[in-house]
């Protein structure tokens, strides 16, 4: 950290640090809120994750495939039949809401998490 210069406005306390210290103090702050949120049992993802969901692939499959679950697995958890999982992993249907909901729970995601 450089050097921090302590200035007085009209009365009021400043201080003043280079924009490269200033970043590494908001960095800091910032992961400071995220290891708090980890260890309040927040769940983060691996990259490999972040990256396929960005690159577009159906997120079902790879949450799916991030917990190490079979296609007859999941739709056993989900309570929901083997083709029809497939037909959503593949796009060719969306499923119903209630469906999703379950396929979140069994996948231990957020609804969120696979249909946005």
Do not use: C, H
């Not at 083709?83 to 396929?103: A, C, N, Q």
């Amino acid at each position: 950290m450089g050097r921090i210069q302590r200035i007085e406005i009209e009365g009021k306390g400043y201080v003043l640090l280079s924009e490269e210290d200033y970043e590494d103090l908001v960095d800091g702050l910032e992961a400071s809120a995220v290891l708090a949120e980890i260890s309040a049992g927040q769940e983060v993802w691996p990259l490999d994750i972040v990256e396929a969901r960005a690159n577009g692939e159906n997120p079902v499959r790879v949450f799916r495939n991030y917990r190490k679950l079979s296609v007859s697995e999941l739709a056993t958890a989900a309570g929901i039949s083997q083709p029809y999982l497939s037909e959503i992993e593949s796009g060719k249907k969306t499923g119903s809401v209630d469906v999703l909901k379950r396929i979140a729970v069994a996948l231990k995601v957020d609804l969120d998490d696979i249909v946005v």
